[in-house]
């Protein structure tokens, strides 16, 4: 008789074969054992990020390109890990990263913490059901914990201050990042970016341009717009590149000579029939620029190209012009200097055009931009980016989107608790009293879950070279006192009350994280089953795989 449950047959009968010939099919504890493994080893890959001590990771991507970063959710996508539970840590990361912004790391270790802590349960007969149920209670009390503990930020209290809790909080992202020695400069420039944008701070209205050379501290915040000078015509450099409360017509119309003939078809059978055709063409495209010249605009901006004659055509008359101008940069000029994106020159009103206090097109490095500034509708604004080497841009580029984002989950949900491992210590220390309330194999499990919790405080000790068990023994005395924001200090690699140090982020980071990682352990330990179908050989050995 056949061992597999699939293929077993009724009595004094063959086996009955359901799965598809060289279908893979394991189950039952040995499984949900080998996927705990996996996550495992995802999240080893990522252990040494964590914290201001936390080290870098150099990934050489398919075409050759480096990148090095410290961002869990960064390295985990980039690994391109195939193991399916595995992935599903490399999930939670990434819903971390687009939720909160920051915690990726976090989110994931503790996650794979808490599958680790569920082996001994599962080895010894346990059903997974019941670590389940366990964990799933342990996460709500730990949620409850943290919003009970959580500081509310007074919303009523003069901006200074305001200010002041954000760029801590920025600060605080930045602890763990390449440009953590100038955190501070950083951080008010984060709080000036998300402070310019209108109530819903939406992300994509803060535009990021690296420019190669020059220092960190180089780095300036727009506050308007500014891209890169698109490509250009002859007659470019004849143009005005300064005006003063200048008038932008904003068009999505192709302002070449070649676009009329490409939309119609034309058949002529004489010199001057070919004539009047070339003629039109010139004549539609004159209408075009001159119902331009018309609105008063003084900036032509567009989608599309804007061709040589055209060029010409505008510099003689004192106008700027700019064509391929990115979607994205359309967007921001539009956010911030109002007026519409026209699809025709036609009647342009005045209500459709955009106004702009200062435009000027300056050098930055060895490029050249173009400023849109003193909008009056200016609720967007530009980082530009400056650093030695591409890579290093791209790593400040990431920390600095973490730190935005953390600041406007800040401003929306107004609570802050400590970092440093404190809230962790603080959440072990509760659900290990609810766990001497609860009998049986309950208990256990909440105290797994709550032990598991360590590995944040633990790994930034380890990362940082110091010993963590002196570091943990003093922690849990301090935290079993009622002191709740004790947490690792790395200044002085010891234990101080990060409330106080200045070491805040919102609430919504760790509430996110507990939640998130109780999901993903919870998923991965009801799995008892793997069933991998083999790829479908058709059309001779060339064809798609139909089983999977």
Known sequence: MHGNKFARGMAGQGPMILLKDGAENAQGVTQVLSNIKACQVAADAIRTTLGPRGMDKLIIMPNGD???????????????????????????????????????????????????NAVPFLE???????????YRKAANIAIEHVNSIAVKIDRGQDESKTRNILEKCAETSMNSKLISADKKYFGKLVVDAVMSLDKLLPLSMIGMKKVPGGSLTDTTLVEGVAFKKTFSYAGFEMQEKRHKNAQIVLLNVELELKSEK?????????????????????????????????????????????????????????????????????????????????????????????????????????????????????????????????????????????????????????????????VEMDVMIRLKEYARTVPGKEANLIEAFAKALE?????????????????????????????????????????????????????????????????????IVSVDQTVKNKKSIVDGGRGRGRGR
């Not at 200090?489 to 106080?500: A, G, K, T, Y």
Request: proline residues 2%.
């Open 66 to 116: 480096p990148i090095v970063s410290n961002d869990g959710a960064t390295v985990l996508k980039n690994l391109e890990i195939v193991h399916p539970a595995a992935k599903t840590l490399v999930d939670i990361s990434a819903s971390q990263d687009s939720e909160v912004g920051d915690g990726t790391t976090t989110v994931t270790l503790i996650a794979a913490e808490i599958m680790k």
């Open 124 to 134: 010894d007969g346990v059903h997974p059901q019941l670590v389940v149920k366990a």
């Open 262 to 422: 490409e939309n119609a078809e034309v058949r002529v059978s004489n010199v001057d029939d070919y004539q009047s055709v070339v003629d039109a063409e010139w004549d539609i495209l004159y209408e075009k620029l001159e119902n331009c010249e018309k609105s008063g605009a003084k900036i032509v901006l567009s989608k599309l190209p804007i061709g040589d004659v055209a060029t010409q055509w505008f510099s003689d008359r004192g106008i700027f012009c700019a064509g391929r101008v990115g979607q994205g940069d359309m967007n921001r000029v539009q956010k911030a200097c109002g007026g519409s994106v026209q699809s025709t020159c036609n009647g342009l009103r005045q209500d459709a055009l955009g106004l702009c206090g200062t435009f000027e097109e300056k050098q930055v490095g060895n490029e050249r931009f173009n400023f849109f500034t003193d909008c009056p509708a200016a609720k967007t604004c530009t980082f530009i980016i400056r650093g030695g080497a591409k890579q290093f841009m791209d790593e400040t580029q990431r920390s600095l989107h973490d730190a935005i984002m953390i600041v406007r989950r800040a401003l929306r949900f107004d609570s802050i608790i400590a970092g440093g491992g404190a």
């Open 455 to 523: 590995i944040i405080p633990r790994q930034l000790c380890v990362n940082a070279g110091i010993d963590a068990n002196d570091i943990l023994s003093e922690l849990r005395q301090r935290h079993s006192k009622g002191e709740t924001w004790a947490g690792v200090n790395l200044d002085i690699d010891s234990v101080s009350d990060n409330m106080e140090r200045c070491v805040w982020e919102p609430a919504l980071v760790k509430l996110n994280a507990i939640r998130a990682a109780g999901d993903a352990a919870a998923l």
